[in-house]
């Protein structure tokens, strides 16, 4: 059953950093496309940064560009994504997904993936 775990939320202050990790477990990443959403109370899903298969190209919303990081470790089965300079409008559920396609596109639409993790809330506040 392919199933995937997010992790690494919790409470930082403004200007702080956390490291999310999404683990698949019942397949391999590293033959697909692997998205992070974000979802905040009364707004709706939105995509904050992907990387695909083949190439380890890498898209990244224009609210996030130059503070997230998102890279593979396939050795770990494992899609990070490493947040740094975070905001308190950076306060959301965050959710990994995943796309089969060792040579799709990478793109951070919601309606692209097939699977997806349960979640794990960032706040960030003072």
């Known amino acids: 059953q392919l199933q995937l775990v997010e992790s690494g939320g919790g409470l930082v202050q403004p200007g702080g950093s956390l490291r999310l990790s999404c683990e698949a477990s019942g397949f391999s990443l590293d033959s697909y496309v692997i998205g992070w959403f974000r979802q905040a109370p009364g707004k709706e899903r939105e995509g904050v940064s992907c990387i695909s298969s083949s190439d380890g190209n890498t898209v990244y919303a224009g609210s996030v560009k130059g503070r997230f990081t998102i890279s593979r470790d396939n050795a770990k089965n494992t899609v990070d994504l490493q947040m740094n300079s975070l905001k308190p409008e950076d306060t959301a559920e965050y959710f990994c997904?995943?796309?089969?396609?060792?040579?799709?596109?990478?793109?951070?639409?919601?309606?692209?993936?097939?699977?997806w993790g349960q979640g794990t809330q960032v706040t960030v506040s003072s």
């Open positions: 997904a995943a796309v089969q396609g060792v040579y799709r596109l990478c793109m951070i639409l919601p309606m692209e993936y097939d699977y």
